[in-house]
T-cell receptor, first 113, second 111 residues
Framework: DGGITQSPKYLFRKEGQNVTLSCEQN?????MYWYRQDPGQGLRLIYY???????QKGDIAEGYSVSREKKESFPLTVTSAQKNPTAFYLC????????????FGAGSRLTVL | QKEVEQNSGPLSVPEGAIASLNCTYS??????FFWYRQYSGKSPELIMF????GDKEDGRFTAQLNKASQYVSLLIRDSQPSDSATYLC???????????FGAGTRLTVKP
């Protein structure tokens, strides 16, 4: 069953804590992306990775970090430096970078208590 | 000015009617255009993409693109209650074909 697996689906965090959101794909796609969605706003790009061991900042990278050690995995860490982390986080992949057809994971909803 | 603009709605249509969703974009160099459907609490799923001026039909869905007017629309014929969702317009632009998303239009189809 090919697809993108995001975990956890729901996550609660206390202020000052770092949390890591997992994104795993078995689609053999080269490009992976992390988006953030807030109510009434479009998806905003946090980070993207074109290939293994490479990643670039998106529009709102401050307070976030990523790694791409394996083609299948692109975890996102929300650090304590992110001032307003409560949001719906979406991981997406594309066959190759620049191929705009994105496939999305089910999302992770982070709430800061 | 927002890069991709959509009317947030809600747009309400009766079952069986045509729903018309509109999107404008600011980057004249944009090359690719997408419509995603997002049910509440779920992730977006691709409905259609269009690259060339004109109409593209897929079942009950028709995407329309007018690059001169920087306008893309989605028509849903014979709307069903199951079409009730938020529809996101996305535009690929720039050197990296960066995807820019609109905030979405919420559609409600009433039985």
């Amino acid at each position: 069953d090919g697809g993108i697996t995001q975990s956890p689906k729901y996550l609660f965090r206390k202020e000052g804590q770092n949390v890591t959101l997992s994104c795993e794909q078995n689609l053999n796609h080269d490009a992976m992306y992390w988006y953030r969605q807030d109510p009434g706003q479009g998806l905003r790009l946090i980070y993207y990775s074109q290939i293994v061991n490479d990643f670039q900042k998106g529009d709102i990278a401050e307070g976030y970090s990523v790694s791409r050690e394996k083609k299948e995995s692109f975890p996102l860490t929300v650090t304590s430096a992110q001032k307003n982390p409560t949001a719906f986080y979406l991981c997406a992949t594309a066959r190759v970078f620049g191929a705009n057809v994105l496939t999305f994971g089910a999302g992770s909803r982070l709430t800061v208590l | 000015q927002k890069e991709v603009e959509q009317n947030s709605g809600p747009l309400s249509v009766p079952e069986g009617a045509i729903a018309s969703l509109n999107c404008t974009y600011s980057d004249r160099g944009s090359q690719s255009f997408f419509w995603y459907r997002q049910y509440s609490g779920k992730s977006p799923e691709l409905i259609m993409f269009i690259y060339s001026n004109g109409d593209k039909e897929d079942g009950r869905f028709t995407a329309q693109l007018n690059k001169a007017s920087q306008y893309v629309s989605l028509l849903i014929r014979d709307s069903q209650p199951s079409d009730s969702a938020t529809y996101l317009c996305a535009v690929g632009a720039g050197n990296n074909n960066d995807m820019r998303f609109g905030a979405g239009t919420r559609l409600t189809v009433k039985p």
